[in-house]
Antibody, heavy 119, light 110 residues
């Protein structure tokens, strides 16, 4: 059974940094594009970033561009999200998501890790 | 403001049918496949429909999807109280080079 387990969330002050991790198992991690999707409290889903099979195809939402960095270590089956310059509006549950088919077919989601940005 | 537009809420009686619309543009729905997700209260989103009208294993055929031009529609027949959830459409936007979602639709089964 595919598993995606996020970690690294927490409470952080505005302007500080956090690094999220997503440990993947029970599938060929290197064969799939991986995404981060977030959901602010009481709000809808917001796509954050994508890292392709080998890291050569990376894109970000405008809201996080130049502040967040997505990366992956295929040897460790792990996806990362480095979040710098955090803002209160970044407060959300962050989901690690597998793209199982074209055009953002998100077939497996992690349980999410909460991030709260507050002074 | 979401790139894809969904009605904030829909409602229908148990046993009836409901449809949820998702409107986009030529850079997303117009040239891409659409997926639909169900998020039951307090849970993680789950893939309901992919490639406009395909159901993953385990999704009952009460759920259906369609696409026409720059719009997509999710249909649910034989509504059950257990279908009360938030429903999201999503796809890739080639102009933005970004994933995009609708704002979500809250389904209430009366």
């Amino acid at each position: 059974q595919v598993q995606l387990v996020e970690s690294g969330g927490g409470v952080v002050q505005p302007g500080r940094s956090l690094r999220l991790s997503c440990a993947a198992s029970e599938f060929s991690f290197r064969a799939y594009p991986m995404h981060w999707v977030r959901q602010a409290p009481g709000k809808g889903l917001e796509w954050v970033a994508v890292d392709s099979f080998d890291g050569n195809y990376i894109h970000y939402a405008d809201s996080v561009k130049a502040r967040f960095t997505i990366s992956r270590d295929n040897s460790r089956n792990t996806l990362y999200l480095q979040m710098d310059g955090l803002r209160p509006e970044d407060t959300a549950v962050y989901y690690c998501v597998r793209e199982g088919g074209a055009d953002c077919r998100f077939d497996y989601w992690g349980q999410g890790t909460p991030v709260t940005v507050s002074s | 403001q979401s790139v894809l537009t969904q009605p904030p809420s829909v409602s229908a009686a148990a046993g009836q049918k409901v449809t949820i619309s998702c409107s986009g543009s030529s850079s997303n729905i117009g040239q891409r496949h659409v997926s639909w997700y169900q998020q039951l209260p307090g849970t993680v989103p789950k893939l309901l429909i992919y490639e406009n009208n395909k159901r993953p294993s385990g999704i009952p055929d009460r759920f259906s999807g369609s696409k026409s031009g720059t719009s997509a529609t999710l249909g649910i027949t034989g509504l059950q109280t257990g279908d009360e959830a938030d429903y999201y459409c999503g796809t890739w936007d080639g102009s933005l080079s970004a994933g995009v979602f609708g704002g979500g639709t809250k389904l209430t089964v009366l």
